[in-house]
């Protein structure tokens, strides 16, 4: 998750950069909200798009991974539910902020949409005249002034224009987009320079709506400083008195230069470099051929052990968690016999009890990895990288213990294997596949209890 977000910041940086670097003081208004738009789309989908790379080598590894063998259940008691978890922390401080962002944006869109003030129909427009004096300001389909700018039931010409071309090109779901962006990934700094971007351009557009209707650029730019004195403070909303005259009155007075449409073209390139370099890249061989012919890595589940061992574990043992192999339920049996026949054939009077009932088990479950094992065999099998296993031959052999906590959300893992490079090859396929996970935890009598789970695999090379 940490490399996802760490990419979708750093695309939506570098797009931002080649938007202020070569096309913000570009007359090519269009294509610069257009860019804006994409830039945003792009840097948060690239991260979750899986891009396919063919792998030339003439041979691959065949891995084969056996059955997962639950091996054990220990019961923890509450002893250790007072050690603190700290991770939980993140997504309850990312939920917090997220539902700060999601009601401030609510409370904004209520005070627009209740507004005092009477609604009407101009120049087949919609508009609302409102009690107070404000600065005018256009949301979604509808243009707000204040009663000041309502004149003789007309409004001068330059200032609906500029509004009404906001309301025709939604303007407002641009910011509409962002916002929703910004609450669900709050943590990005970018997008603050992004809606700063986007309101200049809206405005650049604006300007130029009025300018092509033969209005004077000098009186326009006039009547933009005398409207500066008045002001409202209402998010998401486009307002005539937008403050960045500066930039404004250059936009307005400057021509398209020959190298706009150069640049035009030099993007379609940038955005494949940026998909090649930050796409989820997988070779294809590996997905295809490695796994084709494999056994399944998880088949069905096989029962827990019928002798489990209950016990209360302390802070520092349940941090060290591991495994046991516990006696099968035929293994039982057949000690149990021999215990019997032992008995029968010795001289002691004492008399022989009954063996206690074999059939008689405690409840349990086992623990679930989200979605199920064919999920993780999913994920360790687009996870796993052979390609450090190359000058490998024959067959070698491994096995990974996992010991899943309690509470679902912490692993111990253990390696036996008889090469190091496969080691390391699976190691960080598990660690990958695990990253994040919850796990439903195993319980035993209604009880959450750590579990561990066995998994042996072998690699043979041609």
Do not use: C
């Not at 409102?130 to 200032?159: T, V």
């Amino acid at each position: 998750m940490f490399a996802i977000v760490l990419k979708i910041i750093l695309v939506s940086a570098l797009l931002l950069a080649v938007y202020y670097i070569f096309f913000e003081k570009e007359k090519v208004l269009k294509f610069n909200r257009f860019y804006l738009l994409f830039s945003l789309v792009f840097a948060y989908t690239i991260p979750f798009i899986s891009l396919t790379i063919p792998n030339f080598e003439k041979s691959k590894p065949n891995l084969i991974i056996g059955n997962v063998v639950q091996q054990q259940a220990v019961f923890v008691s509450s002893v250790e539910q007072n050690n603190v978890n700290w991770m939980i922390l993140i997504p309850i401080i990312y939920a917090s902020v997220a539902l700060f962002f999601l009601i401030k944006a609510i409370i904004s869109v209520y005070k627009i949409l209740n507004l005092k003030g009477q609604n009407l129909m101009y120049q087949h427009q919609k508009i609302k005249i409102l009690e107070k004096e404000i600065a005018p300001f256009s949301f979604l389909n509808k243009i707000y002034f204040g009663k000041n700018y309502w004149i003789d039931n007309n409004i001068d010409q330059r200032i609906f224009l500029h509004e009404k071309l906001h309301v025709l090109q939604k303007h407002s779901l641009d910011i509409l987009l962002l916002e929703i962006l910004k609450i669900i990934s709050w943590f990005n700094p970018v997008l603050h320079f992004y809606k700063k971007a986007m309101i200049n351009n809206h405005e650049f557009l604006a300007d130029e709506n009025v300018v092509n209707n033969n209005y004077g650029i000098k009186s326009y730019q006039h009547l933009i400083l005398d409207e500066i004195i008045y002001h409202q403070n209402y998010q998401l909303t486009h307002q005539f008195n937008f403050n960045n005259t500066k930039k404004r009155f250059i936009m307005m007075t400057k021509s398209k230069s020959k190298l706009a449409n150069l640049k035009k073209f030099l993007i379609l390139p940038l955005f494949a470099i940026f998909f090649v370099a930050f796409a989820n890249k997988k070779p294809s061989e590996i997905v295809e051929n490695n796994f084709s012919n494999s056994e399944k890595i998880f088949k069905e589940k096989i029962p827990l052990p019928q002798n489990l061992e209950s016990k209360i574990l302390t802070k520092s043992e349940n941090d060290t968690i591991k495994p046991k192999v516990k006696k099968t339920e035929a293994a039982i049996k057949t000690e149990i016999k021999n215990e019997v026949a032992k008995a029968s054939q010795s001289k002691s009077a004492e008399p022989i009890l009954p063996p206690p009932p074999v059939d008689k088990i405690e409840s349990h479950t086992e623990a679930e990895f989200p979605g199920g094992l064919t999920a993780l065999r999913n994920k360790f099998s687009e996870n796993f990288d052979p390609s450090k296993l190359e000058n490998t031959k024959g067959i070698i052999k491994g096995t990974i213990v996992l010991i899943i906590s309690d509470d679902g959300k912490r692993y111990n893992d253990s390696y036996d294997f008889d090469n190091e490079s496969f080691k390391k090859a699976a190691k960080n396929s598990i660690e990958k596949s695990l990253e994040g996970v919850v796990w439903k935890p195993a319980t035993l009598n209604g009880k959450p209890v750590a579990s561990s789970f066995k998994m042996p695999m072998t690699m043979s090379f041609e």
